[in-house]
């Protein structure tokens, strides 16, 4: 059986890093079974879920990404996934997207996420594009969380709008179907 491992990438954004990485992995043997990538300002990030053959070191794959990608300039990290229960730590539950829009300030992310996480919302996915200064409309939070059965949405939903107020934030809690049927191009 294969071993699963979590390779993760960051670096300066140029083009060819994708395509870098995935070819040392072919080169390997590898298999990418999941990977999310992001650019943020300028700096590229990747999270890479891989399986590799049994007769593949971690360490040497690890040797061989180094070699390859030395001249990107990349920091890479890689280490073992050890195999859970499919969702074991998260309960099942609804999707929902919450949204903020205001000034941005310091502490933000944590003010709201604390909320979350207080009700037992696992938050899935998280954006945040911060324009700087005062101009509400430039600076906008999106959470893509997992709302178990049994939470509070009301409670949740509450706290989350007073924290809002206090915050001079505008914030908007809908389910991800309506969030996407009202926000597609």
Do not use: W
Request: charge should be negative; include cysteine; hydrophobic fraction near 40%.
């Amino acid at each position: 059986m294969d071993q699963k491992v979590v390779i993760t990438v960051l670096g300066q954004d140029r083009p060819g890093i994708i395509a870098r990485i995935s070819r040392v992995l072919f080169e390997q043997d590898c298999n990418v079974e999941n990977v999310s990538q992001t650019i943020l300002q300028s700096e590229f990030s990747g999270i890479f879920i891989v399986s590799i053959p049994e007769t593949l070191a971690m360490d040497a794959l690890y040797s061989h990404l180094i070699d390859q990608t030395e001249n990107l300039g990349l920091h890479v990290y890689i280490k073992d996934l050890k195999p859970t229960e499919p969702n074991a730590a998260v309960p099942p539950g609804d999707p929902f997207v919450i949204t903020t829009q205001g000034p941005d300030r310091k502490g933000l992310v944590a003010a709201v996420t604390a909320i979350i996480a207080e009700h037992g919302v696992n938050v899935t996915n998280l954006q945040a594009v911060f324009k700087g200064g005062d101009d509400p409309t430039k600076n906008i939070m999106i959470y893509e969380v997992c709302i178990p059965v049994e939470t509070d949405r009301a409670a949740m939903t509450a706290q989350l709008t007073r924290k809002a107020a206090e915050l001079g934030l505008h914030i908007s809690i809908q389910h991800r179907r309506i969030f996407e049927t009202i926000n597609r191009i």
